[in-house]
């Protein structure tokens, strides 16, 4: 990856065991906010080997929405990473897709509504051909998600953030960028997460595929202030085994309605459909005591198998407002070669039960199992 991935500025483009018992930390919230709680929807696109086409559901019991196909500029075949999120404050999410590895990258963000396209922009050098990862969050405090693109393959483990209330005008603003993971040589990519912890944003970032379950989390602020360099909130730690080399998926949300973002760890690419749920004040509150989450099982609110164990493709995780009394869920997406399921569990569900049962399961794209990416 050539240095033009690290260059900063403000760009401008138009266009039981398991789980302790957790009925006191895992109920539901009566009063969130959307950043804590994600959006009522949630966006679907295909992995390797599927179309160009992306379906909105509504969290509520997974109803389809509609159908976009998304109009990239090269003929996508490595797959369509997706999120969903309202940058238009509307009350409708807005779509983000972004392409998969085998083409020139590319972002496009759509609108919720019209399926007009909103923005189309490269945040990375027109040579970059390994894919790309998105996710939301609200960084920068305007109340507005913003957009956080990470690359997949060969890509170096960059974070680039973009204004989400600019996005809804058709503007690409630049908030900062910046290495996610102390290793500038890896070259697996990166994902990330957005979160709210004691009232500060943060950027959760793990290794991509090929990488170990390594996770650091950055001080939102200074990632806000376009710092190269951002402070790190705790200590890297690892989310699975240190054996593994398949990196983590990632989402946040407040699942326990204590008005913080919890943290959610997906198993990558070559694992097992394994999620993990913890206590992201816990986990901010004891940085420095732990290497591992294994090494404080007082921050785990869930930890479980969401499909078959003898998949290996790992498994995508989001976080939802699923639109019951205002509790946010996880909705999870088959992993690379496992189907194209998608299933949804509220936060009650976790709480009762190792094994819980979902609110809504089922076959996006039936006859297809290359996997499914949900944002």
Request: proline content about 5%.
């Amino acid at each position: 990856m050539s240095s033009q991935f690290m260059h900063r500025t403000r760009l401008r483009v138009i266009g039981s065991d398991l789980i302790e018992r957790l009925e006191d930390r895992l109920t539901p919230a009566a009063s969130q906010i959307p950043t804590l709680i994600g959006a009522s929807q949630f966006a679907v696109g295909e992995d390797a080997g599927g179309g160009s086409t992306v379906q909105v559901y509504n969290s509520t019991l997974g109803t389809l929405r509609t159908t976009f196909t998304v109009p990239f500029s090269s003929n996508v075949t490595g797959g369509i990473r997706t999120a969903a999120a309202d940058f238009g404050n509307t009350g409708v999410a807005d779509v983000v897709a972004a392409t998969g590895p085998g083409v020139t990258n590319q972002v496009v963000v759509l609108d919720g509504t019209t399926g007009a396209v909103l923005d189309s922009f490269q945040p990375f050098e027109t040579t970059f051909t390994g894919g790309l990862y998105v996710t939301t969050g609200d960084v920068n405090g305007d109340g507005i998600p913003d957009l956080v693109v990470t690359p997949d393959q060969t890509g170096g483990p960059v974070v680039a953030v973009y204004d989400g209330a600019s996005l809804a005008r058709g503007q690409v603003t630049q908030i900062d960028r910046f290495f996610g993971i102390n290793d500038p040589s890896f070259r697996g990519g990166a994902r990330a997460a957005v979160a709210n912890i004691n009232n500060e944003p943060m950027v959760v970032v793990a290794a991509g595929f090929g990488g170990g379950p390594r996770v650091a989390i950055y001080d939102g602020n200074d990632v806000a202030q376009g710092l190269a360099a951002p402070s790190e909130v705790v200590p890297d730690f690892f989310a699975f085994e240190t054996t593994l080399r398949n990196g983590v998926y990632l989402a946040a949300g407040d699942l326990n309605g204590d008005g913080n973002s919890d943290i959610v760890f997906g198993a990558g690419p070559g694992g097992a459909p394994r999620v993990r749920v913890e206590n992201g004040q816990t986990l901010i509150t004891d940085g420095g005591t732990y290497t591992s989450l294994d090494d404080i099982p007082s921050a785990q609110l869930a930890n479980f198998f969401a499909g078959n164990t003898n998949n290996t493709g790992g498994i995508r995780v989001s976080v939802k407002n699923l639109g019951i009394g205002g509790q946010a869920g996880i909705v999870v997406g088959s992993g690379t070669g496992d189907g194209s399921t998608v299933t949804g569990y509220t936060s009650s569900s976790l709480a009762i039960s190792t094994n819980p049962s979902p609110i809504f399961s089922f076959n996006a794209f039936p006859g297809f199992n290359g996997g499914v990416f949900v944002g």
